[in-house]
């Protein structure tokens, strides 16, 4: 990575200064290097001379004056193509520009690396999963659980493009009293489609999507099941529900682009005696008490933990504590992950303490399960919340929010905040066709550059391929609108870096929106279809190029697609 450079050159610098004396030996510091809020700072800046004043003290005692390091530090930095110039500011900052030549390269070099660029070698190969959505298969997902899809998804692509192997999964909530009152309540509103009266469960479903799964249960059967007694049609119906509810939810979850590599049924860990398994572990390793005729993990003795969790209760049946462990048990000592990321609502924060005590008790390290949390998301209509009420039938699903506004809508808007901040979705600002509306203006920007380069193609111009690129053609963009949109591509890696360092790619949507003002400045200051000066002309259109690339891919990471005409 570009900081990553600039940080290795800091570095040598500091070891020269110590090898001749100029600074005194000391342990080594990090480098933190940062961009500067304000352009005029230059291109990154560090602080490292005031870390190693620090450092000094501590190991001498001596008192030193950041701002004398910082000048010996850029003292001995050699001479090289991507540094243009060094300056001190303030206490001790050093604020590093990079050469025009050195950006004007970076054209070609985004050219030709394609819709690869900004992918970074940060996870190794490591593999990780994703486990998000992981509704229970009781209807239609309510148009909040959209975030939760959205959010899981964009984290796996931006982990996809660091170099980590990700699968994702959905875990089916097929097991307890929820699915088995969905199954009650299919089976009653089969019966009275059927002329049978049947009354609907009082922990039932009652809104309208019931009757249409009942009808389609008619569809595939016909009146099989009222021919049965009711306890083993309910048995039965169990299958049929199953697949009838998990089919649509996958339907449901494509038109947003959500798709995943493996369905995890709760029930198969009771069926392939997983549970049993994963609780043995834990009582060897004397994780479990046993006490009024129940079976308790001790949660109590590891940190922010009160009380003990029930896995095992005195009627015999397991807790839903112990579906977590088998389910985590078979992520990690069975699948061997090397970390697992599930993507909760804030409404569950109370059982990550003892998701981590788990973890303590199984003998892992604790940062390797992280429970990425997101709050609520409040949708807006004509200026006032809409509300709603799953059980009592009025349910606005991602199909609904789908069909108003968009798939493209749905997912930039709820990426528009950081996982624990509140989202208010605008459907009448997801709709708009103007500048206010951010996905609107960011496609269009993208569909804007491709019709440039469209009419440039079908005047003659040369700009889809990197064969006719020199450094000479590219030494004509020298243009502060040119460099400013260079250097606003060249953040792609570290944007990237970003939402997998935070698990949280909220700074994908701001960076896109940049990205189409930077592009949309350049285009109104540089003139780049230009028949007089043709050179100059398919250097701007390269850089166009390479400007759609970008935009582009952040769009594809988000999901969105990146249009070529609207």
């Known amino acids: 990575m570009l900081k990553d450079n600039v940080r290795q050159l800091i570095k040598n610098a500091l070891l020269a200064a110590q090898a001749d004396g100029s600074l005194p030996q000391f342990e080594q510091p990090s480098i933190e290097i940062l961009?500067?809020?304000?352009?005029?700072?230059?291109?990154?800046?560090?602080?490292?001379?005031?870390?190693?004043?620090?450092?000094?003290?501590?190991?001498?005692?001596?008192?030193?004056?950041?701002?004398?390091?910082?000048?010996?530090?850029?003292?001995?930095?050699?001479?090289?193509?991507?540094?243009?110039?060094?300056?001190?500011?303030?206490?001790?900052?050093?604020?590093?520009?990079?050469?025009?030549?050195?950006?004007?390269?970076?054209?070609?070099?985004?050219?030709?690396?394609?819709?690869?660029?900004?992918?970074?070698?940060?996870?190794?190969?490591?593999?990780?999963?994703?486990?998000?959505?992981?509704?229970?298969?009781?209807?239609?997902?309510?148009?909040?659980?959209?975030?939760?899809?959205?959010?899981?998804?964009?984290?796996?692509?931006?982990?996809?493009?660091?170099?980590?192997?990700?699968?994702?999964?959905?875990?089916?909530?097929?097991?307890?009293?929820?699915?088995?009152?969905?199954?009650?309540?299919?089976?009653?509103?089969?019966?009275?489609?059927?002329?049978?009266?049947?009354?609907?469960?009082?922990?039932?479903?009652?809104?309208?999507?019931?009757?249409?799964?009942?009808?389609?249960?008619?569809?595939?059967?016909g009146d099989r099941f009222l021919k049965m007694d009711k306890p083993q049609a309910l048995r039965e119906l169990k299958s049929v529900g199953h697949t009838l509810v998990v089919t649509e939810l996958k339907q449901e979850l494509a038109r947003i682009g959500v798709q995943f590599d493996n369905w995890f049924s709760e029930q198969s860990l009771y069926d392939q005696g997983l549970v049993e398994q994963a609780l043995t572990y834990l009582d060897q390793r004397g994780e479990l008490v046993r006490r009024d005729?129940?079976?308790?993990?001790?949660?109590?003795?590891?940190?922010?933990?009160?009380?003990?969790?029930?896995?095992?209760?005195?009627?015999?049946?397991?807790?839903?504590?112990?579906?977590?462990?088998?389910?985590?048990?078979?992520?990690?000592?069975?699948?061997?992950?090397?970390?697992?990321?599930?993507?909760?609502?804030?409404?569950?924060?109370?059982?990550?303490?003892?998701?981590?005590?788990?973890?303590?008790?199984?003998?892992?390290d604790p940062s390797r399960l992280t429970i990425l949390m997101y709050d609520l998301v409040k949708l807006i209509r004509d200026g006032k919340e809409v509300k709603l009420s799953k059980r009592a039938g009025n349910l606005i699903t991602i199909n609904d929010v789908v069909d108003e506004v968009g798939a493209d809508a749905l997912r930039f808007n709820l990426l528009t905040r950081s996982p624990e901040s509140t989202i208010e979705f605008d459907l009448d600002l997801a709709v708009a066709q103007t500048n206010e509306n951010p996905v609107y203006y960011v496609q269009y920007s993208h569909a804007r550059i491709c019709s440039i380069l469209t009419k440039a193609t079908n005047e003659g111009f040369a700009v889809q391929t990197t064969n006719q690129l020199d450094a000479a053609q590219l030494s004509l963009l020298v243009h502060p609108s040119e460099l400013t949109l260079i250097r606003k591509l060249l953040e792609l890696e570290e944007q990237i870096e970003m939402a997998v360092d935070k698990l949280s790619p909220h700074n994908l949507t701001h960076f896109a929106i940049d990205l189409a003002k930077v592009f949309n400045a350049f285009y109104r200051d540089c003139r780049v279809v230009d028949p007089d000066n043709r050179p100059l002309s398919e250097a701007r259109l390269h850089l166009s190029q390479a400007a759609r690339i970008v935009l582009a891919k952040v769009l594809h990471l988000m999901g969105v697609k990146a249009p070529e005409s609207m």
């Open 35 to 221: 961009r500067p809020k304000q352009a005029e700072h230059g291109d990154y800046s560090t602080n490292v001379a005031m870390v190693v004043a620090a450092a000094i003290r501590k190991s001498t005692g001596d008192k030193s004056n950041p701002r004398d390091i910082a000048q010996a530090i850029v003292n001995h930095l050699p001479t090289n193509d991507l540094i243009s110039k060094t300056e001190l500011a303030g206490p001790g900052f050093i604020n590093v520009r990079l050469t025009d030549g050195w950006l004007q390269q970076q054209v070609a070099a985004i050219l030709q690396a394609g819709d690869k660029f900004g992918d970074i070698a940060k996870g190794q190969g490591q593999h990780w999963q994703v486990e998000y959505v992981s509704a229970n298969p009781t209807g239609p997902i309510h148009y909040g659980g959209a975030r939760n899809a959205v959010l899981g998804d964009t984290v796996a692509n931006v982990l996809e493009a660091s170099g980590y192997q990700v699968q994702r999964e959905f875990y089916i909530n097929d097991r307890g009293t929820q699915f088995e009152a969905f199954i009650a309540t299919l089976y009653a509103r089969y019966a009275q489609a059927l002329g049978k009266e049947e009354p609907i469960p009082e922990e039932g479903y009652r809104g309208e999507y019931m009757i249409g799964y009942a009808q389609k249960v008619i569809d595939q059967s």
């Open 293 to 364: 005729g129940a079976v308790w993990f001790t949660a109590s003795k590891y940190p922010k933990n009160e009380k003990d969790e029930v896995v095992v209760r005195s009627n015999g049946m397991p807790s839903y504590f112990a579906s977590d462990i088998a389910y985590h048990y078979d992520k990690f000592v069975r699948r061997k992950f090397d970390r697992v990321i599930d993507v909760w609502a804030v409404d569950h924060q109370g059982h990550v303490p003892r998701m981590t005590a788990m973890m303590q008790a199984f003998g892992l």
